[in-house]
Every structure is written in C-alpha cells, then in structure tokens.
C-alpha cells in the first residue's frame, strides 16, 4: 500500500530543506514565498533494523523496506481556502495526501524572512489549521518543529502545540530517522515481514488488518485466495536461528482468515 505525507506550513519555515534533507534531493529552498509551486515527491525507506538483521540471517540477495512518500507542497498563507496566494492549487494538493507534516518555526534568523515578520510558531498554526478546516481538510497531522539556532521561550512554545509533535534541526540533520518513524506510524499502519534467500522484505498494512487483509498489501491473490498463513515473530525467528529449527521448536504457528496481524509478525502465506 502507498503511504503518501504531505509537508505543509507557512512559507519561510524549512518545509524545502526538511523535504532535501529526508530525501537527499535538492529541490528549491530560497528565501521568498512560494518558491516552491508544483510540489516535489520523494519516496523515503522507513528505518527498520528488524528487516536488517532477517536479511542477514536468511542471507537474502535483496533488502526492501517499507517506503513513506513525501510531498513538498507550497507554503499557505492566510486566505489561502479563498484563493490567497495560489491557495486553491496548494490545497488540491494537501487534499491528494494521506496525512500532513505541519512544519513550524521557532527559530530567530534576521536573514530568514517571517512571513508575518514575527516568530510565532502558535500564531503560524493557528494560520495554517483554519485554512486546511475552511477547505475541509481533516486528515491526522503531526507537527514538525524546526529547531534550528531556536529561541529562548522554546519550551514554553512546545508545551502549548495543539498536537503530536517531533523537534528536529534539517539542516544538521537531527530527529530524520524519527519523523520518518513517526509518520509512518500517523495512520496507525503497522509493519510484517517476509524473509527467505531471494529478498527480506517489509510490509505495509492497517493496524487490525486480518491475514488475508494484510496480505493483499503483497497480491490481491493473497487475499482472495487465502487458505492460511504461518507466523513467527520476527525476534523468535532469530532466536531460532532459521525457519527449520524454529519450526522444530513449535515456534511458527499455522494460523487462519480471523488472525490478526501484529507489527513484527514474518509471514509466509499459503494461496
């Protein structure tokens, strides 16, 4: 399944250099609004240490990851559900996406114009939150703080964000691993494995989601033809050491259309 997260803010608060630095593009990042228009999409690999070491153990040829994909999307301003500053075509965008990373600013910089020439990162969320509600966009957010060179007042600042939230400094490159984490996690998906000598692989898929659900995010087959699946948790295989001895040990289970899988579960289905 495609994870698609839109990063949105005001212009002028590192939402460009965010995006570079998950990424390692280099898509625009200058000092004026909407220097970036049409947005710019990367796929990012989600950190799993996990799918690492099945790939060692199996000693698979090929290692993929689950994968986020970020937009970079314009910065609104106020007025932007009426039209303000591109604000109808920024918004279709938002519309497009899974879930929002909402990055704001704490940081002072007097060469990094403010688009309301303050720092005021409460002011800049409440901005941006009454757009995205005027235009009916209700999808999960988790805020990003930009840290960078930030102001005395940080702690009081953070401890009024209406919301989940993550600091991070792009431009050194700290707390990247988890936002990446953290926005995959925003819309309660969980991760199962497979794993074997041609590739170990990770998973995307509902928390919830039944066997056969959670196969299909691998072959529509997996589901509509599922008869059942055998399961071990990811760290008892390695604990085994391989599929024969675990299976030696009783450790994989057989299980059926009602069982539901949990994050970490390495999976083989039978169709």
Not at 37 to 64: F, H, M
Not at 145 to 156: D, Y
Not at 235 to 248: N, Q
Request: glycine share 8%.
């Amino acid at each position: 399944m495609s994870l698609k997260i839109g990063i949105v803010g005001l212009p002028n608060v590192g939402k460009s250099t965010l995006f570079n630095a998950l990424t390692k593009q280099s898509v625009p990042a200058e000092n004026y609004p909407f220097c970036t228009i049409d947005p710019s999409v990367g796929i990012v690999p989600v950190p799993d240490e996990r799918l690492d070491k099945l790939s060692v153990l199996s000693k698979s040829k090929k290692t993929i990851p689950a994968v986020v994909e970020f937009v970079d999307i314009a910065g609104l301003v106020r007025g932007a559900s009426e039209g303000e500053g591109l604000g109808n075509k920024f918004l279709s965008h938002i519309r497009e996406v899974d879930a929002i990373i909402e990055v704001v600013r704490i940081f002072e910089d007097k060469e990094i114009i403010h688009v309301h020439d303050k720092v005021d990162p409460l002011f800049d969320i409440e901005i941006i939150n009454l757009e995205l509600k005027a235009a009916g966009i209700d999808k999960p957010i988790l805020y990003v703080v930009n840290t960078s060179e930030a102001s005395e007042n940080r702690r009081e600042m953070l401890d009024k964000i209406p919301g989940p939230y993550i600091e991070i400094d792009p431009i050194f490159g700290t707390g990247l691993d988890k936002l990446i984490i953290e926005a995959y996690k925003l819309l309660d998906l969980i991760t199962f494995l497979t794993t074997g000598e041609k590739e170990s692989r990770a998973w995307t898929t509902h928390r919830g989601a039944t066997a056969p659900e959670a196969g299909k995010s691998i072959h529509t087959d997996f589901k509509d033809k599922f008869i059942r699946a055998e399961v071990i948790h990811w760290d008892k295989l390695l604990e085994a050491g391989s599929y024969v001895a675990a299976r030696a040990k009783g450790w994989v289970r057989i299980e059926g259309k009602e069982y539901i899988v949990q994050d970490g579960d390495v999976m083989e289905f039978l169709i």
